[in-house]
């Protein structure tokens, strides 16, 4: 069985109970959280991490373009999905420009697990395309050895002191220049792994000051 965390809008009780049956049958195993009140979703769409949001078209409160709104002004990035009774293509049409992935109709509720799944699927592939990205910068501005910063992430933030510092005289800044005594020993006697591992010690030292 696989974990799926699902924020259901809905003020039916019984489509609760439909999309745990569905999930279960797929092989989901589901943690439900039904809301109605958009006050207490803003407060806990925030707090907790969500791999799809569900939400019926038309609630009492407010609509699902309304929930769109507000899940994009608190940068929720989670896939929302509009499943209705009611609901016309121009409406459908202008919540998928809006920001909705996808929407359902409850009769033709055989589309839901496919559409979860592809759901879940782009976002592990977004998730790890954003890491590969972190990772590709980290690597270019930070010391694969040490971890700290390199020369071009010295000379970057070397730069930004400097416009500082012509905005504001004020500031003051200074460098600290830091030399391993006699390091070159350390690699010619005990060998290039214990200078490495010299180097990471340091930068650890360093890190925690």
């Excluded at 999309?19 to 279960?24: A, P, V």
């Excluded at 202008?94 to 009769?107: L, S, V």
Aim: hydrophobic content about 40%; some cysteine; overall charge negative.
């Amino acid at each position: 069985m696989k974990d799926i965390r699902i924020l259901l809008i809905d003020d039916s009780a019984e489509d609760e109970i439909i999309l745990t049956e569905k999930l279960e049958k797929s092989g989901y195993n589901s943690e439900i959280t039904r809301l109605t009140n958009l006050d207490q979703i803003k407060v806990i769409a925030i707090k907790k991490s969500w791999d799809i949001i569900i939400t019926d078209h038309e609630l009492k409160e407010f609509t699902s373009l309304e929930l769109i709104s507000m899940a994009q002004e608190n940068k929720i990035d989670i896939p929302i999905l509009i499943v209705s009774g009611i609901m016309t293509e121009d409406f459908a049409v202008e919540a998928m420009r809006a920001g909705a992935k996808d929407y359902i109709m409850k009769d033709n509720m055989t589309r839901l697990i496919p559409v979860i799944e592809r759901e879940l699927r782009e976002t592990d592939s977004r998730n790890a395309r954003k890491m590969a990205e972190e990772a590709v910068y980290y690597m270019a501005f930070h010391d694969p050895l040490t971890g700290l910063a390199n020369r071009y992430e010295f000379e970057s933030k070397l730069i930004k002191i400097l416009d500082d510092v012509k905005t504001n005289p004020a500031l003051q800044y200074c460098l600290l220049y830091i030399d391993l005594d006699q390091f070159k020993v350390v690699n010619d006697t005990c060998g290039h792994p214990a200078g490495d591992d010299l180097l990471r010690q340091v930068s650890v030292i360093l890190s925690q000051s």
